[in-house]
């Protein structure tokens, strides 16, 4: 596992899912709250709606290197801010990602660990409902599991299995290799279109035939 995330942590996103574009992808309107910033980890469910007091069992819980999944089901009150965030840096995690609202951005930044949410909001929940930990929770448009893999970037998140991460790490490298390649070619003056199968390819949809868009590089 700890080899599958330090090359996680080596892609995009984005690369992740053009190696695969059958994954299933988190609600984009759930986004870092702080720019320029990556991370993968196991998941930590917790269940807060309008309530942060199962924040307090989550990180309890929560191994150094791990991601807390927030189910926040529609709350419209912040359920996580930067004591909480703090606390998640302190202990090691990987970060934090919230179906809901987040506050105290200010105090995030300066933690710097990835926060991810669908907004802000100045006023918190109540703390009287303790929630639910390490259960199968809505996420996103998702169903997460405890122990499924959290990748996120300034593009969004995914999550998935790690068997299934597993079966496409190679091929997102292999992504990313050919773009970097791509860049450096374009930087020294060839053009995108020759670089690539696009023309091919635009023909033999046209003769409705099976094909794909490639690289020659």
């Given at each position: 596992?700890?080899d599958?995330?330090?090359?996680?942590?080596?892609?995009?996103?984005?690369?992740?899912?053009?190696?695969?574009?059958?994954?299933?992808?988190?609600?984009?309107?759930?986004?870092?709250?702080?720019?320029?910033?990556?991370?993968?980890?196991?998941?930590?469910?917790?269940?807060?709606?309008?309530?942060?007091?199962?924040?307090?069992?989550?990180?309890?819980?929560?191994?150094?290197?791990?991601?807390?999944?927030?189910?926040?089901?529609?709350?419209?009150?912040?359920?996580?801010?930067?004591?909480?965030?703090?606390?998640?840096?302190?202990?090691?995690?990987?970060?934090?990602?919230?179906?809901?609202?987040?506050?105290?951005?200010r105090?995030?930044?300066?933690?710097?660990?990835?926060?991810?949410?669908?907004?802000?909001?100045?006023?918190?929940?109540?703390v009287?409902?303790?929630?639910?930990?390490?259960?199968?929770?809505?996420?996103?448009?998702?169903?997460?599991?405890?122990?499924?893999?959290?990748?996120?970037?300034?593009?969004?998140?995914?999550?998935?299995?790690?068997?299934?991460?597993?079966?496409?790490?190679?091929?997102?490298?292999?992504?990313?290799?050919?773009?970097?390649?791509?860049?450096?070619?374009?930087?020294d003056?060839?053009?995108?279109?020759?670089?690539?199968?696009?023309?091919?390819?635009?023909?033999?949809?046209?003769?409705?035939?099976?094909?794909?868009?490639?690289?020659?590089?």
């Amino acid at each position: 596992m700890t080899d599958l995330l330090e090359r996680l942590r080596g892609v995009q996103v984005s690369s992740l899912c053009d190696a695969d574009k059958t994954l299933p992808v988190v609600d984009p309107l759930i986004r870092a709250m702080l720019p320029d910033v990556a991370m993968a980890g196991p998941a930590v469910t917790v269940s807060c709606i309008d309530d942060h007091l199962p924040m307090f069992a989550a990180l309890r819980v929560a191994a150094p290197g791990s991601v807390l999944v927030v189910a926040g089901a529609g709350g419209q009150r912040a359920v996580s801010g930067d004591l909480f965030a703090t606390e998640a840096h302190r202990r090691g995690l990987a970060g934090i990602v919230v179906d809901g609202l987040v506050r105290d951005v200010r105090g995030i930044r300066e933690t710097g660990l990835p926060v991810f949410a669908r907004g802000t909001c100045p006023a918190s929940g109540t703390v009287r409902d303790p929630g639910t930990v390490d259960e199968p929770v809505s996420f996103g448009g998702l169903v997460v599991a405890p122990g499924d893999i959290v990748c996120g970037d300034d593009d969004g998140l995914l999550i998935a299995p790690p068997d299934r991460l597993a079966e496409i790490v190679g091929k997102a490298e292999e992504v990313e290799r050919a773009e970097r390649a791509l860049v450096a070619a374009m930087r020294d003056g060839a053009e995108l279109h020759g670089l690539t199968t696009v023309d091919e390819h635009v023909a033999a949809l046209h003769r409705d035939e099976d094909s794909a868009l490639g690289f020659r590089v």
